[in-house]
């Protein structure tokens, strides 16, 4: 990891994008933004967006999700709740500043957990991950919008080349597909209900990961001295 993926550099960084974010990525990204949604919806309930940022997402949820949305940059979530505020959403409990890898909420706290453009931004993925799955009920949601970078030819090489300018950017361009196997293999309570590709170009994917519920302990049978 380089310094620009440190946590202060992801503030730094993130805290720079808040004024013009809506602007550069409101378009670009309306379609997979819309597809997150429309899965968090199937699920309903009480909804985590981490990464909520400038709040661009909220108004597309109805009233049937309620909403808490976290972020580790506060000029963002300054956009976020002056969104509520104008657009009047009942359904959107809390807006904090919080680290995505160290939620302060119970475990089970949320039917479904979104992550939009957040896993390849933060310093510990996996560790971000498991935060994720942690605070999500027993066979809720975990609805992922993100970049899935390349398994090889001329494309991961390029990937390689541009990771130390993404990176300043706030973000990761080598995110492989083999890191969310991997995590999924080593978290143990997940599986993966869908992976589409998305736009642009199909380089985002959504992908539904599902909480299995915890494995019931074995009965043992009682011994007793003949």
């Known amino acids: 990891m380089t310094k620009a993926m440190d946590r202060e550099g992801v503030v730094k960084t993130y805290d720079r994008w808040a004024p013009v974010y809506d ?39 109805s009233e049937r999700c309620r909403i808490v949305g976290v972020d580790i940059s506060g000029a963002m979530l300054e956009v976020a709740r002056q969104r509520v505020t104008d657009l009047r959403m009942t359904n959107v409990e809390q807006l904090a500043i919080m680290d995505v890898q160290d939620l302060a909420f119970p475990d089970g706290s949320f039917d479904v957990v979104t992550a939009q453009y957040v896993v390849n931004t933060v310093p ?64 143990g309570r997940v599986s993966l209900a869908e992976r589409r590709p998305l736009p642009p170009l199909g380089h985002f994917a959504l992908l539904r990961f599902r909480k299995l519920p915890a494995a019931t302990p074995a009965k043992r049978e009682l011994i007793t001295a003949a």
């Open 23 to 61: 602007l550069v990525f409101g378009t670009v990204f309306e379609k997979a933004r819309k597809a997150a949604i429309s899965a968090c919806e199937d699920v309903g309930g009480r909804v985590l967006e981490v990464g909520v940022g400038t709040g661009i997402s909220l108004p597309y949820y």
């Open 124 to 187: 510990d993925p996996e560790a971000a991950l498991d935060e994720f799955i942690r605070v999500l009920r027993p066979g809720g949601e975990l609805i992922v919008v993100n970049r899935v970078g390349a398994e090889g030819g001329a494309r991961l090489k390029v990937e390689k080349l541009l990771e130390p300018v993404v990176e300043r950017l706030g973000w990761r361009s080598d995110f492989p597909w083999a890191r969310f196997e991997d995590w999924i293999a080593e978290n």
